[in-house]
C-alpha cells in the first residue's frame, strides 16, 4: 500500500474528503519526524515506537571493487512494533 491508496482508504472508512485526510497523515508524520528529531520516543499504545538511534562508524567494502571505505557515524530512526501489533500479526 502507498501513500495514495493510504488516503483513499482512510478517506472511506471516515467519510471524510481525501484532501483532509492527506493533510491528516501529513501532518501526523511530519509531527513524528521533529519528535524523533529532537530526541523525544512518539509511542502509540497497541502499535509501536519510534525513536532514533546512534550508529557507529565502521569499514565497509565496496562489493564492485572490493576497495575498503570508511562509513561515517550517523543517526538512524528505529521503530520498534508494539506487542498488540505482534498479536495481531500473528
Do not use: H, W
Request: contains cysteine; proline residues 4%.
Amino acid at each position: 500500500m502507498n501513500k495514495a491508496q493510504l488516503v483513499e482508504q482512510l478517506a472511506t472508512e471516515l467519510e471524510m474528503t481525501k484532501a483532509d485526510c492527506e493533510r491528516v497523515i501529513d501532518g501526523t508524520l511530519d509531527i513524528i519526524r521533529k519528535s524523533v528529531k529532537k530526541g523525544d520516543d512518539v509511542t502509540m499504545v497497541g502499535f509501536g515506537t519510534f525513536t532514533r538511534s546512534k550508529r557507529k562508524a565502521r569499514t565497509g567494502r565496496n562489493p564492485q571493487t572490493g576497495a575498503s571505505i570508511k562509513i561515517p557515524a550517523c543517526t538512524v530512526p528505529k521503530f520498534r512494533p508494539g506487542k498488540a501489533f505482534k498479536d495481531y500479526l500473528n
